[in-house]
């Protein structure tokens, strides 16, 4: 997993288990579905909320629980961009910049918030570890174009007065809602 170097050992979280509350969550998962393994997107998810990311020892522990081998949970999880397959910042935040997007602002998006977050150009954290900027491809919200989306969240029609509300939803702790694209609150300056 991962791009490491040769001789450089991947980050890992060394043995994980679940917590008995986690378990109760993961019978009731499993308890939504005819099958197991139909729930391995929300097994993820939780592994993902507990441990930040999927390493390979999160990941093998999730295939122990589902009853599947590591490599298929592997190829689940890096088919969704939403799993994070690396250490990163609590909020990954992925901005569009396919077409849609792009002609509606994507780029004046990303400058605004590596600027707000003083993103470093190289790895795309933020200083104090909490955010990673991404560009992503389109995640097929175009009509609500220039968006983002952050863990299960997408913000659409984004403006800086948007990112600003939103940014501190997340340093509050309290993230918000993804809230409901209002055509009349486009306010971005498009490029000329
Ligand atoms: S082009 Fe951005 S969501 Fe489709």
């Given amino acids: 997993m991962g791009s490491h170097s040769k001789g450089v050992p991947a980050p890992d979280h060394g043995p994980v288990d679940w917590s008995a509350e986690d378990k109760v969550k993961i019978e009731e998962i499993f308890q939504r579905y005819p099958e197991r393994r139909a729930g391995?997107?929300?097994?993820?998810?939780?592994?993902?909320q507990k441990w930040g990311w999927l390493s390979e020892s999160v990941i093998r522990r999730v295939g122990l629980t589902m009853g599947l081998p590591p490599s298929d949970v592997l190829a689940v999880a890096s088919f969704y961009t939403m799993f994070k397959k690396e250490p990163t910042g609590r909020y990954v935040l992925q901005v569009c910049h396919t077409l849609s997007c792009a002609l509606r602002g994507a780029d004046q998006i990303?400058?605004?918030?590596?600027?707000?977050?003083?993103i470093d150009p190289h790895t795309g954290h933020s200083p104090d570890g909490m955010f990673k900027l991404e560009r992503v491809e389109c995640l097929?919200?175009?009509?609500?174009?220039?968006?983002?989306?952050v863990d299960e969240h997408f913000y659409e029609l984004l403006t800086p007065q948007k990112i600003d509300e939103i940014?501190?939803?997340?340093?509050?702790?309290?993230p918000l809602p993804t809230p409901r694209p209002e055509a009349d609150q486009w306010t971005w300056n498009r490029v000329s």
């Fill in 40 to 48: 391995l997107l929300p097994v993820l998810w939780l592994a993902q």
């Fill in 167 to 174: 940014l501190d939803g997340f340093k509050s702790g309290r």
């Fill in 110 to 118: 990303v400058s605004y918030l590596e600027g707000k977050l003083q």
């Fill in 140 to 149: 097929a919200s175009c009509g609500s174009a220039p968006m983002m989306q």
